[in-house]
């Protein structure tokens, strides 16, 4: 397991790299000047030179990617234009409500989704299976920013039981004050998770190995722990990795309908006042935790499939 952490943590190094360019490339594709947007009405065409001079804007794009290399390799993301501070300190305060909403929206996701896909299939065509189906295609349908104005419409005007902005100080608050941009986001991947898995579940247990082990009289609940429900993760365990990767992009439209002070909102800001080093870093953020997540994803493939295993060794 630890020589293929490795190789795959290897094959990543030339990803991140690109990923580093990428990101370069289409920041400054952004339209607007930031040493214009930070000078406002003193921008001077002698000021904006010397503005640009200091920011290092005035070099070519082949230098100023090379000095945004170096500088990330020696762990320095820059200097934020707007906020006149390192732009490490910035993500590191905003980067803990961002990944606790993630995991969050995740585990609730995996609460709701696991279950009821198991027991659907279980029951084909049952009202409960007919439930489920009709959830699925429901929530597929629903945008998130709509659901989250709704929710915060119901729990913060009508109904005043949950806070619906904010991150909170304690950990009981953070689970308090994040349960509804979290059920927000887990309205959108369940139904994925759900169909997927449900699917899965209802082709494996046709599986002529289920036959076999059901015929040598294997308690059921042993049957479904180890030779259904296993086998039948697979798919699941995709669908939910890829989305998580689309979710860790979208929670900068969940975070600014519930004012979280996390990464999406910074983004935002940053974006406004053209804030390159800023920007750049949080994007650059995001893309990492995509990849760690198909590197997690990777492992758990290993884990749950023992074929996986004798192909490594």
């Given at each position: ?7 795959r ?125 009709f ?44 349960l509804?941009p ?17 699917a ?9 190995y ?51 002070p996390?990464l ?6 940053s ?43």
């Amino acid at each position: 397991m630890g020589a293929f952490l490795l190789r795959r943590t290897a094959l990543l190094v030339p990803v991140v790299v690109g990923i580093t360019l990428g990101v370069f490339l289409l920041i400054r594709l952004i339209p607007g000047d930031p040493a214009r947007v930070l000078l406002g009405i003193h921008a001077t065409p002698e000021a904006l030179a010397a503005l640009h001079k200091s920011m290092g804007l005035d070099r070519s794009l082949g230098a100023q990617y090379v000095i945004f290399l170096k500088a990330l390799i020696r762990g320095q993301l820059g200097y934020s234009y707007f906020f006149g501070e390192q732009v490490v300190d910035l993500v590191l305060a905003r980067l803990a409500p961002t990944l606790f909403l993630i995991g969050y929206a995740t585990v609730l996701t995996v609460l709701i989704a696991f279950p009821s896909a198991i027991l659907a299939a279980l029951r084909p065509n049952s009202i409960w299976d007919q439930a489920v189906r009709f959830a699925s295609i429901f929530g597929i349908g629903l945008p998130s920013y709509w659901l989250g104005v709704v929710l915060v419409y119901a729990f913060a005007i009508a109904i005043p039981i949950l806070p619906v902005a904010g991150y909170g100080e304690t950990i009981g608050e953070h689970f308090s004050f994040l349960l509804l941009p979290s059920l927000t986001i887990a309205v959108s991947l369940v139904p994925l998770v759900l169909r997927a898995l449900r699917a899965s579940v209802m082709e494996t247990l046709r599986a002529g190995y289920v036959d076999t082990a059901r015929a040598k009289g294997l308690a059921w609940h042993r049957i479904m722990g180890r030779h259904v429900v296993r086998n039948a993760l697979m798919p699941a365990v995709t669908v939910l990795a890829l989305n998580i990767g689309y979710l860790i992009g979208g929670t900068v439209i969940i975070e600014n309908v519930f004012a979280i002070p996390g990464l999406g909102g910074l983004m935002i800001l940053s974006i406004g006042t053209r804030d390159y080093p800023t920007i750049q870093a949080v994007t650059l953020v995001f893309a990492i935790l995509v990849v760690l997540v198909n590197l997690l994803t990777d492992l758990i493939y290993v884990f749950l499939d023992p074929r996986l295993r004798a192909v490594i060794r």
